[in-house]
């Protein structure tokens, strides 16, 4: 780095320090600085789909995992991911089809964070005649079916994304409060 030069991140803490606390532009750089965060985690997101490396199963829940580790990290609420089978790797995904699972795992989890006012937010993973289900499932205050129709743009672009890959997608009450998504899906056919 050359002397005097502002790294990316600090950039927004530098602007807030000289506007000072009481600066009535502090809301203003709080959403200035979220909307790099979420810009700069899009763009990695972005690119991670692009890579063919990654085109596989085992790879887009890894990348799940490390998202919901990262998203939970600085919160009350315990996130757990189980050990994703290595023999997962075997399983090829295209981008699209990595891209519509991991934005769908995002706002269940998102959505979690947000509203479920949960301890613990946990994933479960089985398979069976390679139709998978993955289920996120917390012990919040639940989601009623009337409020599911409230929930707007994230519901509904859940469900469309599971629409696009195949998959089947439910919400439901977990035990004696809650919620859990359920994404069911197999994995499609590719020709070399």
Known sequence: ??????????LTEVIKRQAGSQSEQQPLLGQLEQSIQDLRLGMRDFIWVLDPKNDNLYDTLLRVKIFGQELFEHSATQFNFPNIPQQWTKY??????????LLIF????HNCLQHAEAEVVGISLTEQ?????LTICDDGKGVSA???????NGLRNMQE??????????????GEGGTCVKLQFGIPHMED
């Open 1 to 10: 780095d050359c002397p005097g030069k502002i790294s990316r991140g600090s």
């Open 92 to 101: 090829p995904l295209t981008s699209p089809i990595r891209r519509h699972l």
């Open 106 to 109: 995002k706002e269940a989890l």
């Open 129 to 133: 005649n390679q139709v998978f289900q």
């Open 146 to 152: 009337g409020k599911q129709q409230q929930m707007g």
């Open 161 to 174: 994304r599971a629409q696009k890959i195949g998959a089947k997608l439910g919400i439901s009450p977990a």
